[in-house]
């Protein structure tokens, strides 16, 4: 079973960018399917972005140009980059790893675009 650890969150201005890791540790990296999801108050949560063991991505509209999903199987390590960030994109954003039998969850880190 995998573990996840996201980090990189934090308060930024509107149009500021901010880069989000997550770490994981117990089994095969390279074998998941990793998803972004944020979630806001009181809404559902959200997916953002995915990239697949092959490395295929794709995007929420709302994230379209201006967020980048990449991994690093050597490392264990997937990075969401937001750029151009907005208000609205304030929420708490989760790491999701999912492959046929096993669907985990990181912690969440905050993620706050205000001025």
């Known amino acids: 079973q995998v573990q996840l650890v996201e980090s990189g969150g934090g308060l930024v201005q509107p149009g500021g960018s901010l880069r989000l890791s997550c770490t994981a540790s117990?089994?095969?990296?390279?074998?998941?399917?990793i998803n972004w999801f944020r979630q806001q108050p009181e809404k559902q949560r959200e997916l953002v972005a995915t990239?697949?063991?092959?490395?295929?991505?794709n995007y929420a509209d709302s994230v379209k140009g201006r967020f980048t999903i990449s991994r690093d199987n050597a490392k264990n390590t997937a990075w969401l980059q937001m750029n151009s960030l907005k208000p609205e994109d304030t929420a708490v954003y989760y790491c999701?790893?999912?492959?046929?039998?096993?669907?985990?969850w990181g912690q969440g880190t905050q993620v706050t675009v205000s001025s």
């Open positions: 999701n790893a999912r492959s046929l039998v096993s669907n985990k």
């Open positions: 117990g089994s095969i990296f390279s074998l998941y399917t």
């Open positions: 990239i697949t063991s092959g490395g295929s991505t």
